[in-house]
């Protein structure tokens, strides 16, 4: 008698054009992909581009799991090229409360290890970030283009107004506490920042994060496991989550809005 109730209820407001509470919107961006294979892994084929794709689409499972009311979407669902711009377009059209880029590191020696969250910055906060993100980036500097720096400065000054900046690190300081949880084993390298073109332009909260390093030698090939891009994805999940979270309850306390 009630679930009937409960469906003519429904039904009534459908009718009657009455809108369901819809929960918040997460931008999933996996990073690179068709031409833009990103870093090289452990073995023939096993590209970042590959890793990162299934990395959010199990994330967007999580996410669902996890708070059935949330929407999901992606900036790519198979392997083709998207540009930087048309990403931050995208998330910017939907009208995105979180948007996460999934990266995996590299290192000239091969030897680094450990995953890290960026935030946008037109200052990096060392050398080795200011690397990454040039890594990242799709543009060369030996072309001709600008530092990656350049064009942040007067983006930086729009999205401090609004806000973004600090809720974008509140999101980058959730995933990283998330990720730590999950990874023990794996070395925690913090939240960074550096002018990452994929972060440029945003107007929600967005992190790029880097869940490891797919050249290592012992660490890259856990990378390509499905348990562990499982319990990477889960990490990730739980600390959008947490965000959401805490931002919708300082909304509701009167706190700064997300725009």
Not at 41 to 53: D, F, I, M, Q, Y
Not at 195 to 210: A, H, I, R, Y
Not at 225 to 254: D, F, N, T
Request: net charge positive; aromatic share 4%.
């Amino acid at each position: 008698m009630l679930a009937r109730l409960a469906l003519a209820l429904s039904l009534l407001l459908s009718v009657c054009g009455v809108a369901r509470a819809r929960g918040p919107l997460v931008v999933i961006d996996p990073g690179h992909g068709g031409t833009n294979t990103g870093a090289w892994g452990p073995t023939a084929n096993r590209h970042e581009k590959r890793v990162t794709l299934a990395i959010a689409k199990r994330l967007q499972r999580a996410l669902r799991k996890q708070r059935p009311d949330l929407r999901v979407a992606l900036t790519r669902r198979d392997d083709h090229y998207v540009s930087l711009q048309s990403r931050v377009r995208r998330a910017n059209q939907l009208g995105a409360d979180a948007f996460i880029s999934i990266h995996l590191n590299a290192s000239p020696t091969r030897a680094q290890h450990g995953f890290e969250t960026f935030v946008l910055s037109s200052q990096a906060t060392n050398r080795e970030a200011l690397r990454t993100a040039s890594r990242e980036n799709e543009r060369q500097l030996a072309r001709g283009a600008s530092a990656p720096g350049a064009d942040a400065a007067a983006i930086l000054a729009d999205i401090a107004q609004r806000g973004v900046r600090r809720a974008s690190l509140s999101l980058a300081q959730r995933v990283q506490q998330q990720l730590s949880k999950a990874r023990r084993a794996a070395p925690g390298r913090g939240v960074r920042q550096a002018p990452f073109d994929v972060l440029m332009g945003l107007t929600m909260p967005g992190v790029l994060v880097e869940v490891g390093f797919i050249d290592h030698p012992s660490e890259g090939p856990e990378l390509l496991r499905p348990a562990v891009q499982r319990r990477i994805a889960e990490a990730l999940a739980r600390g959008i989550i947490a965000y959401l979270a805490s931002a919708q309850s300082h909304s509701s306390a009167g706190g700064v809005a997300r725009r």
